[in-house]
């Protein structure tokens, strides 16, 4: 884009009144402009997937999701993601209702640590938990001592992908409730209801959208980790491996079957995104605090 | 240098804004345009503004075509409902904006253009908060600047929406002084918009009263309180109140009483409406006198007593006012039915579209106090 | 406690400090106590080596340049998805989520096979004489791709929410429109652009799924910096080693986090009450 291009896309973008021919044009310029940089960056990785998956045919692509350790990867990731996802969505409604309905000491350095895995690199984290939990770790002698192994195994997995997606739920949660304030709670203890009851009647029904939004970004971040995961797990095939661990090492020997492995994940995002857009769009005014 | 606005129309996806808006404005008046949310005011005041473009119609400056100005070169001023002041610019860089944007042909000097903007400061008085940001200044300061800043700029109209919306009561009513103190010192011809009867009443000129996207009445404040041109303007200026009176020929049907309307035009009318203002009932000096009303409640409000009255065979309350003096002297003894007499009524004739065709107000033949407008005869059932 | 008025502060509480406490606190202790045991000398000893050097420069030089990239397109972006209709504008609403959402991994082959010699966009970028898989370019293109949304998704809802009052002030007081982009509309959306900025760098910075395998690791070329940690403990069994480059990239983080919490009140600072 030349200056002046430049100039006269700005001058559209920031126009009023009667919209002349020369911005209605500029407009379409960056309309254009946006479009090819979300299909050059997003779209042809995705298409890319599903095109390497199925370059040797339906069989083969069939073949290779069918294959022993690629099913026991699966079942694995799915085991992952039960454990740590209904764990982590207790803990961002835990954190919320302490972080919501309470003043106490501590509270921002506490926020700021719920925030914390984000900014993190994954390996990062990883590492971090076998300082802890590895052989030679904090804790490592005393869980060898009581026959516990923690990483590379499950355990390890778990505690990792938590790690990775601790913030997902609390963060769609903690907005919310904090704009909805205590108000309708209190009104409810004043009514008689004891603390569960105002849990489930009042504020779960409030922000079950929300919650909803966070747990699927949670599921999907959960089930597609690689980094934190790929340290802790020490990939054995069959045993340790995820799916994006599966990924991983099917790229190195069998590069279709790698894709045709990735296109499942790749499939669960469409997905995720899929009704993440039709949750925003059914219930958007639940989700966000300011509409 | 008079701004004529002419025949303006504009609609929006099947609602209509403005209705063949016609207007003048004198120079250096202070105009209202007063009327409900939805009349249209404020269409009005983004179209002189240059935001907006109408359907149909012109504006004219001095002969010169407004709308054919792009609201830059407009020359005019705007001071916004909530101000709109530039959250990352200090107080003095929100008021020097107009001047700092200019082409460097026209832009004054930096040393001119910090000379302004102190003046402008000082005329709002705010000098001492030329370096404050608009989130450090409470909302009757902000107002203030945002009025500096349209008026750096040296507009030949300055528009005001709704200048006093965003504040509290006590500040809107001192604040309201201090606006037409400072208009009267700068002498621009300024347009205000508001829904604020008092605010329009009060601090203007004239007053535009506007009704779904038409002029309902053009006048002096008092001219609309004693002579609304329409029901809406009786009701919507001068707290006017309906009654069931009919006009037959000559003479107007009351609660069974007769009155002669002289030369009212308003026999093929689709629709009649008889108007009365708090203030016009008034209490007869003699119990017994006068219409029967029934008194639903009372309220002592700082000098004036109100009450909900219930007169003769109305099943709807209206509502009076009176001084505390006036009802110490005339209230019967814990009597809740008390007389009461017109002093004052507006009569309208209107047909279908609501166009009025005739208007008649009746007032006392003499002024003294309390006298009802009469003479009123019992007509025999 | 009398002020707690709502029952389950201790339970809530509670839970959040344990599951905390045993995720994050132990995890953060333990890397910092194994850094800190290293002492200066011990840790520059690990970090001063060329390898180290160079993957560090590679992560933080491509992750700085990657952000910035990510910082125009996502300002354009965001700007054509909030301001204009037009259409499949709520598909490309829900693709910009894909880089948060898509397993880094996933991505990761994806952009290595779209972008090799062989690739369909490496082929035809060969014949210009430009590589991108298993150079710098790609490391850097693979950066651009997992941070763009966080530009998008910051901007979007102030953008929204811009009162166009502003820009209609401007523009009754004379401003051109490039007056109005430049000195109304840039400078209210600095903030957020930062903060979005250093959202899509620090991710940048950690990323390892998505960049190793277009990267392809090549020493002192194209090695970054979580790869290093991951060879560590991987195939040395250099937790030491791994604790003091973790200690670096937990550093930058951290600064990252004390930056965005200055934006945060800077744009606090900017809120008009009403």
């Known amino acids: 884009m030349g200056g002046g291009a430049l100039m006269a896309a700005v001058a559209a973008v920031v126009s009023m009144g009667r919209p002349t021919w020369s911005m209605r044009v500029a407009r379409v310029v960056l309309v254009l402009a946006a479009l090819a940089v979300l299909g050059w960056l997003l779209v042809l990785p995705l298409l890319a997937i599903f095109a390497e998956a199925f370059r040797q045919g339906v069989a083969f692509y069939l073949d290779a999701i069918r294959q022993p350790d690629t099913l026991a990867a699966v079942r694995l990731t799915l085991t992952v993601a039960a454990i740590a996802v209904p764990l982590n969505m207790v803990f961002g409604l835990a954190a919320a209702w302490s972080m919501t309905h309470f003043e106490f000491r501590g509270k921002s350095l506490l926020a700021a640590l719920i925030d914390l895995p984000f900014s993190i690199s994954p390996v990062v984290a990883g590492m971090m938990l076998i300082l802890v939990y590895g052989k030679d770790g904090w804790l490592g002698s005393w869980l060898e001592a009581h026959n516990v192994q923690v990483i590379f195994a499950l355990p390890g997995l778990v505690l990792a992908t938590v790690l990775v997606t601790l913030p997902f739920v609390a963060r769609e949660l903690i907005p919310l409730m904090q704009a909805q304030g205590s108000e309708q709670e209190e009104a409810a203890l004043t009514l008689g209801a004891g603390g569960w009851q105002i849990f489930f009647r009042v504020t779960l029904p409030r922000v079950r959208w929300a919650l909803l939004y966070g747990v699927l970004l949670c599921n999907a971040r959960a089930m597609g980790e690689f980094g934190a995961v790929y340290v802790v797990s020490g990939h054995l095939r069959g045993i340790t491996n995820t799916l994006p661990l599966q990924v991983d090492q099917l790229y190195q020997e069998n590069f279709s079957a790698a894709f045709a492995v990735a296109s499942l994940l790749a499939l669960l995002t469409v997905l995720t995104l899929g009704i993440k857009r039709f949750v925003e769009w059914r219930h958007g005014g639940e989700l966000n605090a300011n509409t | ?381 | ?274």
Not at chain 2, 297 to 312: D, F, K, P, Q
Not at chain 2, 353 to 367: I, K, Y
Not at chain 3, 24 to 37: F, H, K, Q, S
Not at chain 3, 40 to 55: D, E, F, K, N, S
Request: aromatic share 8%; proline share 5%; glycine share 8%.
């Open chain 2, 1 to 381: 240098m008079a701004i004529e606005i002419s025949r303006l129309r504009r609609q929006f996806d099947g609602f209509i804004a403005l209705d063949d808006v016609s207007l003048t404005i004198g120079d250096g008046e202070f105009v209202a345009v007063l009327g409900p949310s939805g009349s249209g005011k404020t269409s009005l005041l983004r179209i002189l503004a240059g935001l907006d473009q109408p359907d149909a119609g012109s504006v004219l400056r001095d002969g010169q075509d407004l709308l054919a100005l792009d609201a830059r070169r407009r020359g005019v001023g705007l001071v916004f409902q909530h101000y709109a002041l530039f959250p990352h610019m200090t107080v003095a860089q929100n008021v020097a904006f107009g001047l700092r944007v200019r082409p460097w042909r026209l832009r004054p000097k930096t040393s001119a253009i910090k000379a302004s903007v102190e003046n402008l400061l000082r005329k709002v008085e705010l000098e001492g908060f030329a370096h404050r940001y608009p989130a450090q200044l409470s909302g009757g300061q902000r107002q203030r600047v945002a009025l500096a800043r349209a008026l750096a700029i040296e507009p030949r109209l300055l528009l005001l929406d709704e200048p006093f919306g965003a504040l509290d009561a006590q500040v809107r009513v001192n604040l309201r002084g201090w606006l037409r103190e400072f208009h009267r010192s700068f002498g621009i011809t300024s347009l205000f918009v508001t829904h604020d009867q008092d605010e329009a009443l009060e601090m203007a000129d004239r007053v535009v009263l506007m009704n779904r996207g038409r002029i309902e009445q053009i006048g002096t404040p008092e001219q609309i309180y004693r002579q609304p041109a329409t029901p809406f303007a009786s009701r919507f200026i001068a707290r006017g109140q309906s009654l069931p009176g009919e006009v037959k020929g000559q003479q107007l049907h009351l609660f069974g009483h007769v009155w002669r309307i002289e030369n009212f035009a308003g026999n093929d009318a689709h629709e009649v409406t008889v108007h009365v203002r708090p203030e016009d009932i008034v209490l007869t000096s003699l119990p017994g006198d006068g219409l029967k009303a029934k008194l639903l409640n009372l309220r002592h409000v700082a000098g004036t007593v109100r009450a909900s009255l219930l007169v003769e065979s109305m099943d709807e309350p209206i509502e009076a006012e009176w001084s505390e003096r006036d009802w110490a002297r005339h209230h019967g003894p814990a009597d809740d039915v008390i007389g009461v007499h017109f002093q004052a009524l507006s009569v309208f004739a209107s047909d279908r579209e609501g166009r009025v065709l005739a208007r008649a107000t009746l007032h006392p033949p003499h002024a003294s106090f309390p006298v009802a407008v009469g003479p009123w005869r019992r007509v025999e059932a």
């Open chain 3, 1 to 274: 406690m009398a002020r707690h008025v709502l029952p389950g502060f201790r339970l809530s509480t509670g839970y959040t400090l344990v599951v905390l406490g045993s995720c994050v606190l132990l995890p953060l202790a333990a890397l910092l106590w194994t850094a800190c045991e290293l002492g200066p000398a011990g840790w520059w000893a690990q970090i001063g080596t060329r390898r180290v050097l160079a993957a560090l420069k590679l992560s933080f030089g491509a992750a700085l340049l990657a952000a910035t990239i990510d910082a125009l397109l996502g300002l354009l972006v965001a700007w054509v998805l909030v301001r204009y209709r037009f259409a499949f504008r709520r598909v490309c609403d829900a693709l910009v989520d894909l880089p948060f959402a898509l397993p880094t991994a996933v991505a990761g082959i994806s952009l290595t096979a779209l972008y090799a010699p062989n690739g369909w966009i490496g082929s035809r970028l060969a014949p210009l004489g430009i590589q991108v898989a298993y150079t710098r370019l790609g490391v850097l293109l693979a950066m651009v791709f997992v941070g763009l949304p966080f530009v998008v998704r910051t901007l979007q809802p102030v953008l929204e929410s811009m009162e166009s009052d502003l820009e209609e002030a401007a523009y009754t007081l004379g401003a051109s429109s490039v007056q109005r982009f430049f000195r109304v509309v840039l400078p209210l959306l600095l903030p957020t652009l930062l903060t979005g900025y250093a959202l899509a760098l620090a991710r940048a910075i950690g990323e390892y799924g998505s960049v190793i395998f277009i990267a392809g690791n090549r020493l002192f070329r194209t090695e970054i910096a979580p790869y290093l940690i991951v060879q560590k403990i991987d195939s040395q069994y250099d937790y030491r080693g791994a604790a003091a480059l973790g200690a670096v990239m937990l550093g930058a983080s951290l600064l990252l986090l004390v930056a965005m919490a200055w934006l945060n009140r800077w744009t606090r600072r900017w809120a008009v009450v009403r």
